[in-house]
């Protein structure tokens, strides 16, 4: 069974640092990665996708790579901002032969930018 | 292109009542997932649907229910409310299921059981 974990649960930087958002799967049959960002009350935003064939991937100060022998996936944030603060939510996509898939998500890391 | 809506945004109801909540996909996409979120529990997947048909089912009660229909608008129906059924529940459309197939989440619906 798929489970998945993201390390630390909270963090709080002051402005400007880079910083890293660790996740962890158990099974390495994943099509692939996914990173989401969710504000308050809203719904998820996607960052990045890391086909299970690949090692990284980049958009902006965002840059996520993806280990599957470990089962580990890193997202990286360059240059921290304030409108950085929501939580990141990472979740891989299991797929069942004939029967679809579906996205096996972390409890995600609250982040707080201070200015 | 629009996003994935989701209607009502809000929903209060009681135990025992049943409610249907409404998810309308970006154009052209033809898989929509639904899921649960709860502070407890976190996101949980509830079912998928492509071309109208339910391709997988997470582990929720029969109470939990779905369809889609030809135009890839799905709907999911909830019977017989209990208190823990309260939660923001999403839905996700993307074109397929395809390793490279973002998947984009609608904002959600709040639905609260009284």
């Known amino acids: 069974k798929q489970e998945v974990t993201q390390i630390p649960a909270a963090l709080s930087v002051p402005e400007g640092e880079n910083l890293v958002l660790n996740c962890s799967f158990t099974?390495?049959?994943?099509?692939?990665l996914q990173w989401f960002r969710q504000d308050p009350g809203k719904g998820l935003t996607s960052l990045l996708l890391i086909q299970s064939s690949q090692r990284e991937q980049t958009s902006g100060r965002l840059n996520a790579s993806l280990d599957k022998s470990s089962g580990r996936s890193t997202l990286y944030i360059a240059a921290s901002q304030p409108g950085d603060s929501a939580t990141y939510l990472c979740?891989?996509?299991?797929?069942?032969?004939?029967?679809?898939?579906?996205?096996?998500f972390g409890q995600g890391t609250e982040l707080s930018v201070k200015p | 292109k629009a996003g994935v809506t989701q209607t009502p945004r809000y929903l209060i109801k009681t135990r025992g009542q049943q409610v249907t909540l409404s998810c309308s996909p970006i154009s052209g996409h033809r898989s929509v997932s639904w899921y649960q979120q709860t502070p407890g529990q976190g996101l949980q997947f509830l079912f998928e649907y492509f071309s109208e048909t339910q391709r997988n089912k997470g582990n929720f009660p029969g109470r939990f229910s779905g369809r889609q229909f030809s135009n890839s608008r799905s709907e999911m129906n909830v019977s017989t409310l209990e208190l823990g059924d309260s939660a923001l529940y999403l839905c996700a459309s993307s074109p397929g299921l395809a390793d490279t197939d973002t998947q984009y989440f609608g904002p959600g619906t709040r639905l609260t059981v009284l």
């Open positions: 979740a891989v996509l299991n797929m069942i032969y004939n029967q679809g898939g579906k996205l096996i």
């Open positions: 099974d390495s049959a994943i099509y692939n």
